[in-house]
């Protein structure tokens, strides 16, 4: 079974800039789960999709950060415009209904 | 508040011996809690959940205890090995089986040979 997939695995942006993150999650798990991880720190939930639908985004800055699930399959995360503390490691995760979460590599993000 | 928390130290220990991790939360009545393992560049890895009704579990040399009057979750690793060196980071859902976890900040384990 192939794992949770994401690109690009590293971004080096200017702040104001924009970046977009991109996760396909394993084969038929309806939940999707974008996370923040900032180093030292433990994974913080932005927002979780169940199949192309929002649970919980109640921890997105939606100022400048959105996400969608097209499709109930792939799913983007955007950052427009990039401030500094923006800087972090982003995670997607993905499971079954009420299941493990398995998470991807990751997208480290530097905004200078 | 609500907080959950790890040891913020590295613990560091010499092969062979038992690791003890620590996982303390305050203001959460949790129905399960699970441990996580993280390796730099990697996402994390599920390791082991346990239930609010269980005690104790045991996978190969893992074993995880759950004391919901102490708030406290025990994670200990016999036997270990210098591959056991990581981050092992505990999460628990607050809101009772919709998925959403809430990750403490993550202990950092070195065995030395």
């Known amino acids: 079974e192939a794992g949770v997939a994401q690109s690009p695995r590293y971004k080096i942006i200017e702040k104001r800039q924009s970046v977009a993150f991109w996760c396909n999650p394993i084969?038929?798990?309806?939940?999707l789960y974008w996370y923040q991880q900032i180093l030292g720190q433990g994974p913080k939930l932005l927002i979780q999709?169940?199949?192309?639908?929002?649970?919980?985004d109640s921890q997105l800055p939606k100022d400048r950060f959105s996400a969608e699930r097209l499709k109930g399959v792939d799913s983007t995360l955007k950052i427009q415009p990039a401030k500094l503390e923006d800087s972090a490691v982003y995670l997607c995760?993905?499971?079954?209904?009420?299941?493990?979460?398995?998470f991807g590599p990751g997208t480290r993000l530097t905004v200078l | 508040s609500q907080k959950i928390e790890q040891n913020s130290e590295a613990l560091n220990i010499q092969e062979g011996k038992t690791a003890t991790l620590t996982c303390n939360y305050t203001?959460?009545?949790?129905?399960?809690l699970q441990w996580y393992r993280q390796d730099p560049g990697r996402g994390p890895v599920f390791l082991l959940l346990?239930?609010?009704?269980?005690k104790e579990k045991r996978k190969e040399r893992l074993k995880v205890t759950f004391d919901t009057t102490l708030k406290q979750s025990l994670f200990h690793i016999t036997a270990s090995q210098p591959a056991d060196s990581a981050t092992y980071l505990c999460?628990?859902?607050?809101?009772?089986?919709?998925?959403?976890?809430?990750f403490g900040q993550g202990t950092t384990l070195q065995v030395k040979p």
């Open positions: 995760a993905s499971s079954r209904l009420g299941d493990t979460q398995y």
């Open positions: 084969s038929g798990h309806a939940t």
């Open positions: 999709f169940q199949n192309n639908g929002v649970v919980d």
């Open positions: 203001n959460y009545s949790p129905a399960y």
């Open positions: 346990i239930r609010e009704n269980e």
């Open positions: 999460a628990l859902d607050p809101t009772s089986n919709t998925g959403k976890l809430i």
